[in-house]
């Protein structure tokens, strides 16, 4: 194991910036107490590691996710950065690469890239690879004997392994780190087998293929290699088609006018395009209409849901709507609505006191925290008992919502 030097502060403070954008609860605070730790360097490592459980929709599933408070994440954000400060993916990686590394622009690369391969002839056939429930059950083993793991990084994650059962934690930009490291040795048998003809982003790979033969010849290879590494191919998203179906499908084109990008998604039932609106859209009566519905069918878009209404609120009947809202009693949407009341007094006023006692004694802390927020600003304070320690300095100065606001900005 070996200890490389930090990489710039400033890179680092920007990308737990955009870590946060994954996260499941949203801080109460904006985490700015952490980020300024990670900025001048008095972030320690955290006394206690409490793993609380939430339940998410996805897109095909409702999975039990757990969660960890800001302070442990930026503890692992640093530890990982550290230990890949050197590591550099091979260039047909597009996620997850480096310190500087973007979402919005690796992905566009990324469709760049799928479409340069797919516009062969030679290629007319796409293998689409993926991990079988990758990051819970990458084995321990994996990470401790990589090259690039420092002592401290294998001691953390050995600890929340220990507690959670798992190395990787879903949303976290540290871990989608590390699995993309981890899953080198693949890369590196595709790039002997396949030389500059596939691409890879998380755990999926999509390797472009001159017929069935050579697709069924890959995917042994590659099931062969994840086996070495105590994982395995999953059955029902491994497939090999012919390219213009990638480009129907996971790799199609929804841009467009945002209205009428969600008009077609609610049509069609298509969960990208109303991802794409939800971020892009203003305010309109038409969205307000369909929303409440929309999520209620398909609550994973509730992220994207709340970072459209925050826009909205200072247009009539944004605040019916997020009501509505207030309705649902599970806590993925309370951690949700309580981070937009906690941004906008008004909404601070309407949450129900049954929403905050649900919350406050859900033993998750950054949703504990987020009730104590609303709670404390409405002068309800009593329904959620004490605090947290780090919420004292902002409820003495008289527990304003102006101040360290919890952010809703999300790439969920």
């Given at each position: 194991?070996?200890?490389?030097?930090?990489?710039?502060?400033?890179?680092?403070?920007?990308?737990?910036?955009?870590?946060?954008?994954?996260?499941?609860?949203?801080?109460?605070?904006?985490?700015?107490?952490?980020?300024?730790?990670?900025?001048?360097?008095?972030?320690?490592?955290?006394?206690?590691?409490?793993?609380?459980?939430?339940?998410?929709?996805?897109?095909?599933?409702?999975?039990?996710?757990?969660?960890?408070?800001?302070?442990?994440?930026?503890?692992?954000?640093?530890?990982?950065?550290?230990?890949?400060?050197?590591?550099?993916?091979?260039?047909?990686?597009?996620?997850?690469?480096?310190?500087?590394?973007?979402?919005?622009?690796?992905?566009?690369?990324?469709?760049?890239?799928?479409?340069?391969?797919?516009?062969?002839?030679?290629?007319?056939?796409?293998?689409?690879?993926?991990?079988?429930?990758?990051?819970?059950?990458?084995?321990?083993?994996?990470?401790?004997?990589?090259?690039?793991?420092?002592?401290?990084?294998?001691?953390?994650?050995?600890?929340?392994?220990?507690?959670?059962?798992?190395?990787?934690?879903?949303?976290?930009?540290?871990?989608?780190?590390?699995?993309?490291?981890?899953?080198?040795?693949?890369?590196?048998?595709?790039?002997?087998?396949?030389?500059?003809?596939?691409?890879?982003?998380?755990?999926?790979?999509?390797?472009?293929?001159?017929?069935?033969?050579?697709?069924?010849?890959?995917?042994?290879?590659?099931?062969?290699?994840?086996?070495?590494?105590?994982?395995?191919?999953?059955?029902?998203?491994?497939?090999?088609?012919?390219?213009?179906?990638?480009?129907?499908?996971?790799?199609?084109?929804?841009?467009?006018?945002?209205?009428?990008?969600?008009?077609?998604?609610?049509?069609?039932?298509?969960?990208?395009?109303?991802?794409?609106?939800?971020?892009?859209?203003?305010?309109?009566?038409?969205i307000f209409r369909d929303i409440s519905e929309v999520v209620r069918m398909r609550?994973?878009?509730?992220?994207?849901?709340?970072?459209?209404?925050?826009?909205?609120?200072?247009?009539?009947?944004?605040?019916?709507?997020?009501?509505?809202?207030?309705?649902?009693?599970?806590?993925?949407?309370?951690?949700?609505?309580?981070?937009?009341?906690?941004?906008?007094?008004?909404?601070?006023?309407?949450?129900?006191?049954?929403?905050?006692?649900?919350?406050?004694?859900?033993?998750?802390?950054?949703?504990?925290?987020?009730?104590?927020?609303?709670?404390?600003?409405?002068?309800?304070?009593?329904?959620?008992?004490?605090?947290?320690?780090?919420?004292?300095?902002?409820?003495?100065?008289?527990?304003?919502?102006?101040?360290?606001?919890?952010?809703?900005?999300?790439?969920?």
């Amino acid at each position: 194991m070996r200890d490389d030097a930090m990489p710039p502060k400033e890179a680092l403070t920007v990308s737990f910036g955009q870590d946060l954008m994954t996260e499941w609860i949203p801080d109460a605070l904006g985490a700015t107490d952490v980020v300024r730790g990670l900025a001048d360097g008095s972030h320690l490592n955290p006394t206690r590691l409490d793993v609380g459980w939430l339940q998410v929709p996805l897109a095909h599933r409702t999975e039990t996710i757990p969660v960890v408070p800001q302070a442990v994440r930026a503890h692992m954000h640093r530890l990982v950065e550290r230990s890949l400060h050197r590591y550099r993916p091979r260039p047909e990686v597009f996620s997850y690469r480096s310190t500087e590394w973007e979402y919005r622009g690796a992905y566009r690369a990324r469709q760049r890239r799928m479409r340069e391969l797919g516009s062969r002839e030679d290629l007319p056939l796409v293998l689409r690879l993926d991990v079988r429930q990758f990051g819970a059950s990458l084995p321990l083993r994996v990470l401790l004997d990589a090259p690039w793991m420092t002592e401290d990084l294998a001691q953390q994650v050995t600890t929340l392994h220990g507690a959670s059962g798992r190395c990787l934690l879903p949303g976290h930009r540290w871990a989608n780190r590390l699995g993309t490291a981890a899953l080198a040795p693949i890369d590196n048998l595709l790039a002997a087998e396949v030389p500059e003809r596939w691409l890879r982003w998380g755990d999926d790979w999509h390797v472009f293929v001159r017929g069935a033969g050579e697709a069924e010849r890959i995917r042994e290879v590659v099931a062969s290699g994840l086996a070495n590494l105590g994982l395995s191919l999953s059955v029902e998203k491994t497939v090999w088609e012919p390219v213009h179906r990638l480009f129907a499908g996971a790799a199609r084109d929804v841009a467009g006018d945002p209205r009428k990008v969600w008009r077609a998604g609610i049509r069609d039932g298509d969960m990208r395009a109303l991802r794409y609106a939800l971020t892009r859209a203003e305010p309109t009566t038409e969205i307000f209409r369909d929303i409440s519905e929309v999520v209620r069918m398909r609550a994973e878009l509730l992220p994207r849901a709340i970072q459209y209404l925050d826009r909205a609120m200072t247009t009539p009947g944004a605040t019916e709507v997020v009501e509505e809202l207030f309705d649902d009693s599970d806590l993925f949407t309370a951690a949700r609505v309580l981070t937009l009341a906690g941004r906008h007094q008004e909404l601070a006023r309407r949450v129900p006191d049954r929403l905050l006692i649900l919350a406050a004694d859900c033993g998750i802390a950054g949703l504990c925290a987020l009730a104590a927020r609303v709670a404390f600003s409405s002068r309800r304070g009593h329904l959620v008992g004490e605090p947290p320690p780090r919420m004292l300095p902002w409820i003495s100065q008289g527990a304003d919502l102006r101040q360290l606001r919890p952010s809703v900005a999300t790439l969920l």
